[in-house]
């Protein structure tokens, strides 16, 4: 059974800059999740992916986008970003079975400058 | 909105138990999840515990979960150094899943 994975692992952008971020869900799970997680801080729910719907969103500009692939996997994109984008990006996906367990990535860790 | 609470430190003698609490201001939980983050590394899942049970037990870890009181806890017996790391308290708190955290507690275990 393959794991949560993400990529790119470190990324290093300029403000006004767009980047997009890339999870793959775990095997047998059709729901993603996107957290931002300063440092020093619990993580912030963005939004979540269930077959390609967004299903739910937490408290971001709509600069802040996604999408989910008929294979689950999704993207994280941001627009004009700003030195506060600077954070670790968390994916985790689920069953969405009733049973609500996320298993997370090791995460991308972004730095705006 | 909900907000989960945690204290930001904790500091534990090699071999003795530690004790990491939290607590929520939403009633509406169904389950209430214990994460370990080590530096660098993203969130690994250690246990959790539906709403409707008081206690759980795996290995080392033991939830308690006082629903009166809304305050979840996580007991690690034997504590070891390679218990270090952050953990993280987090709760399902409405029907799309999202999860709501604590700051986050740091383990320091002393020698």
């Known amino acids: 059974e393959t794991g949560v994975t993400q990529s790119p692992t470190h990324l290093i952008k300029t403000r006004g800059q767009q980047v997009t971020l890339r999870c793959s869900s775990q095997s047998g799970h059709n729901t993603v999740s996107w957290y931002q997680q300063a440092l020093g801080q619990g993580p912030q729910f963005i939004f979540q992916?269930?077959?390609?719907?967004?299903?739910g969103r937490g408290n971001f500009p709509p600069r802040f986008s996604g999408l989910q692939f008929p294979n689950y996997s999704s993207e994280l994109n941001v627009n004009a970003l700003e030195l506060d984008d600077s954070a670790l990006y968390l994916c985790?996906?689920?069953?969405?079975?009733?049973?609500?367990?996320?298993?997370f990535g090791p995460g991308t860790r972004l730095l705006v400058l | 909105g909900e907000d989960v609470e945690q204290s930001l430190f904790l500091s534990v003698r090699e071999g003795d138990s530690s004790v990491i609490n939290c607590t929520y201001t939403?009633?509406?939980?169904?389950?209430l999840y214990w994460y370990k983050q080590e530096p660098g590394a993203g969130l690994q899942l250690l246990t959790y515990?539906?709403?409707n049970m008081d206690m759980k037990q795996d290995q080392r870890l033991t939830v308690l979960l006082n629903k009166k009181d809304k305050h979840l806890s996580l007991r690690i017996a034997d504590t070891q150094t390679g218990d270090s790391a952050i953990y993280f308290c987090a709760g399902s708190f409405d029907s799309n899943y999202q999860l709501i955290w604590g700051a986050g507690t740091k383990l320091i275990i002393k020698p």
């Open positions: 939403d009633s509406s939980s169904t389950y």
């Open positions: 515990i539906f709403s």
């Open positions: 985790a996906s689920s069953s969405n079975s009733g049973e609500e367990t996320q298993y």
């Open positions: 992916y269930y077959r390609e719907e967004e299903n």
